[in-house]
């Protein structure tokens, strides 16, 4: 079965992901090299991937798109196109990764200074706020998400361990607590009596 197929597939070779990673940067660098740098390309297959695509863009032109939070980490210029017929300040307020983008209108009369950003970067006046949208969003650069997200787990592992500690004691102390319940008290020179049995004076009780 596929269990037993797992623990059988033998573990890969040292050195196999490196070997992979060399590869497909070898086949993205080939394949950039082999279209002209003027040309426009549409992407439709699985690769490049799309942040090759990233890599290679010097600006991104999207609508309201989780792709704007991707591209976000590239630190470079984009552009939201707004068809809703909103303000730009309503517009802005309304999508929160606008906030940090050139927004283009219908008539496009954002496009000269979007093409200015791109070409002069010391006109880009957008750059600290897509910087600081960027750390809103996916957080800080270093350490890296990964290594984040990999702390984040561990604290709430032993955040889960220390609440599964706790549990166990006040379980432990509330059944301490059951046992330790004294019986029923006595008065002082009663004797209990058993059913079907005799009192002192040899008086029958039920």
């Known amino acids: ?29 080939a ?32 609508d309201v798109s989780s792709v704007i939070s991707d591209f976000l980490a590239s630190g470079k210029p984009y552009a939201v196109a707004n068809t809703s017929g909103l303000a730009e300040d309503v517009f802005r307020k309304s999508f929160p990764t606008v906030a940090a983008a050139t927004v283009l209108e219908p008539d496009a009369s954002g496009v000269p200074a979007l093409l200015a950003a791109v070409r002069r970067p010391e006109r880009d006046e957008l750059a600290q706020e897509r910087a600081a949208l960027a750390l809103r969003l996916l957080g800080p650069a270093e350490p890296p998400s990964r290594e984040r997200f990999a702390g984040a787990v561990r604290d709430l592992c032993a955040a889960a361990g220390e609440h599964r500690t706790r549990r166990a004691e006040r379980l432990a ?19 209990p009596l058993a059913t079907g049995g005799v009192d002192r004076a040899g008086r029958p009780v039920d």
């Open 173 to 191: 102390a509330d059944l301490s607590a059951d046992l330790a319940v004294p019986g029923p008290r006595l008065e002082t020179g009663t004797t």
């Open 31 to 62: 394949y950039w090299a082999s279209l002209p740098g003027w040309e426009h390309q549409v992407v439709t297959d699985a690769r490049p991937p799309l942040y090759a695509c990233f890599n290679r863009a010097d600006l991104l032109i999207s």
């Open 1 to 29: 079965d596929q269990a037993e197929r797992m623990l059988r597939q033998p573990a890969p070779e040292a050195g196999r992901a490196a070997a992979v990673r060399r590869a497909e940067a070898a086949w993205e660098e």
